[in-house]
């Protein structure tokens, strides 16, 4: 009995010695809205959100009618992890962002967050997107774009994203000009855009991703997930609240082709490099009125694609020339739920077609500006 005794305690005493936690992240945020979710949110699934790994600023986008001023966010955390302010606890968000500690299990390590509500952005008949406002972070560019709301208040919104976050991860040296997607100063009309087909590392060589394809999109990129699943880490399109659907898609572009076109493992072949434009229209929830967001994979094939106007095989052009796209429709549009933002939008851009499959020529450039949505 005594040695069952005693090796029953050398499991408690093993137990015991385990160390603390180390994770001090948000994994998930959500807003309890009770009776005014249907006039605060568009779905029940628009009330929470999924935090991203490498993700310190949340946002929940709410409807013109919510009230901002008494919102209690709750929070679920890595094991054993604190928050602070609590969880739960009411805060003024018409203010702006509210700014949240969160603290590891074991004491060691904290992170800052920052949880923003954003009302919906309004379209209006048409908008231009100039690509004017970079700036440097993280060792490589961001664009922000000036938007107008319902009553003329500007605010800069961080509507674009880029696979530069992937290129860091295995060209981490690399000067920020230099990074597949790069703001240029010489636009069609004030600064532009470079989107240049790069070769990436060795590290990237292991798992069949020898470049990156400049790239620029309305959206967010994951990078946590971007050496094993890159077609997931892009998550095209963002809601909009729309009097009406859109229906061209204008802008300026120039063009160089690489000279030898390349697989992903490197082998040469017989096949030129394109670039391409597209913009794509698509119902943000699915039929159980659960949110959708479209990826590498399907932004252009999904069943949730409403229309898309798309500009393939960009051949070299060496001046800045202007194209215009006509949206096609595939389906009707609701027009209750475009006022509500049930329908989001993307464009996305590449230096080359075959980018997301790590396919093409190192040195192709696309550049781009001046692009510009109207609606009727």
Partial sequence: MAVGITTC???????????????????????????????????????????????NKIEFTMSAMADLTQIAPLFRLTPGATISPANGSVHDFSKGSVKYTVTSEDGQWSRIYFVSIRKMLYFGSEHEFNFENCYEDKGYYHWQEPWKDANGNTTKEAIWATGNPGYKISNSSTAAENYPTAPIDEGYEGKGVKLSTCRTSGLADMVQKPIAAGNLFIGQFDPSNALQDAMSATKFGRPFSFDTQPKTFTGYYKYKAGEKFTDQYMHVLEQKDYGTIYAVFYDNHNAKGEAVVLYGNNVQTSEQVVALARFDNIDNTPEWTPFTLNFIYRKAVDMQKLKAGGYSLAIVCSSSTNGAEFMGAVGSTLWVDKFKITCE
């Fill in 9 to 55: 305690l050398g499991f408690v005493s093993c137990f015991k010695d385990e160390p603390l936690n180390a994770e001090c992240d948000i994994e998930q945020a959500y807003i309890h809205a009770g009776d005014k979710l249907n006039s605060w949110f568009l779905f029940d699934s628009d009330t929470l959100q999924y935090v991203q790994s490498d993700q």
